[in-house]
């Protein structure tokens, strides 16, 4: 069995080394193209990058999926079968390419959460549940035939860089699950049901900001669905604060941003219902830190705002 395999974040990584594990034959990792990244916008490799480098994979990593020579070059290693985990758009020529054709691992219960955030979406959107699905690639976005899912509960406090990182362990195991179906022939597969389609878009910084005035649950599924990235956030003094961890607190009541009470180890914000308790945060320019150790250098007082 043939592969080759497409992806570029580390929840690519743990598919790909499954894959590796169970020796089937890789003939070639595709990653993004290397660019700077983070703060100092340092040129980095991708997680995937980084993996195919370490084993000795072959590895692309072209400007244009539909470049002709990009795609020759794929034609040329003939493989049985595309495995894709977090990547791009692929065009209809390579779609074609492989004898039993491509398919897709997305974190989601598909047709729930169609889009580039997933995880982040369904604890957003206060999902009890989510899961990974496998399904053969076609040209519209998200939209194949089903093959494989597996559910999974969300917890009531788990942040989204929590369940991704859960997710990314059962992932590895539907894709090894996809690829021997295919290897056996026995890959059967169910269409999406177009009427449980649900959107999941990219969320930018800009979308980050609490909406304090929403009832604390909301409030509170907004910060652990936006966390580790792109992270809530708020402002206070002129400053920006991106908030990690809160904890849900229905007893108590307060102005919609306004701090309830603060002690040394405690910050309780009011919401448009109920409150919640910041237990971890970072000031812009700043470390992380947790909300014993920001209080000894950022005092609070009851009554002050956030924005």
């Keep these: 069995m043939r ?31 290397d660019k700077p990244r983070g703060r100092m916008q340092h040129v980095s490799f991708t997680p995937v990058k980084s993996y195919a480098l370490e084993h000795h994979i072959r590895l692309l990593q072209p400007e244009k999926l539909n470049d002709a020579q990009f795609i020759a070059s794929l034609g040329a290693l003939e493989p049985d079968l595309i495995v ?71 917890g009531e406090n788990e942040t989204a860089g929590e369940l991704h990182d859960r997710l ?36 930018f910084k800009q979308q980050c900001r609490i909406p304090w005035k929403e009832p604390a649950q909301a409030v509170h599924n907004f910060i652990r669905g936006l966390s580790p990235h792109p992270c809530a956030w708020t402002a206070n003094r002129n400053t920006t604060l991106r908030i990690f961890r809160a904890s849900l607190k229905t007893e108590f009541s307060g102005v919609p941003g306004t701090v309830i009470s603060v002690s040394k180890k405690n910050l309780l914000i009011g919401t448009g219902h109920g409150a919640v308790a910041i237990e971890e945060l970072q000031q812009e320019g700043k470390r992380r830190l947790g909300i014993e150790e920001f209080l000894r250098g950022y005092p609070l007082a009851e009554g002050d705002l956030f924005l």
């Design 84 to 154: 894709v985990v977090a990547f791009r758009i692929l065009p209809r020529e390579i779609l074609l390419l492989p004898k039993l054709g491509s398919f897709n691992l997305h974190a989601s219960l598909l047709p729930k959460f169609r889009g580039a955030a997933p995880i982040n979406w369904a604890i957003l959107k206060g999902e009890k549940d989510t899961g990974v699905t496998s399904f053969v690639l076609q040209e519209k976005v998200d939209a194949g035939a089903l093959l494989l899912q597996e559910k999974i509960p969300i």
């Design 168 to 203: 990314a362990v059962l992932g590895a195991d539907v894709v090894l699950r996809s690829v021997r179906l295919f290897e056996s022939g026995k890959a059967c597969t169910t269409v999406q049901d177009e009427s449980l389609v649900s959107p999941a878009p990219k969320i």
């Design 3 to 33: 592969l080759i395999f497409m992806g570029t974040p580390d929840f690519a990584v743990r598919s790909l080394d499954t894959l590796a594990a169970h020796r089937y034959d890789i003939a070639a990792v595709v990653t993004a193209p």
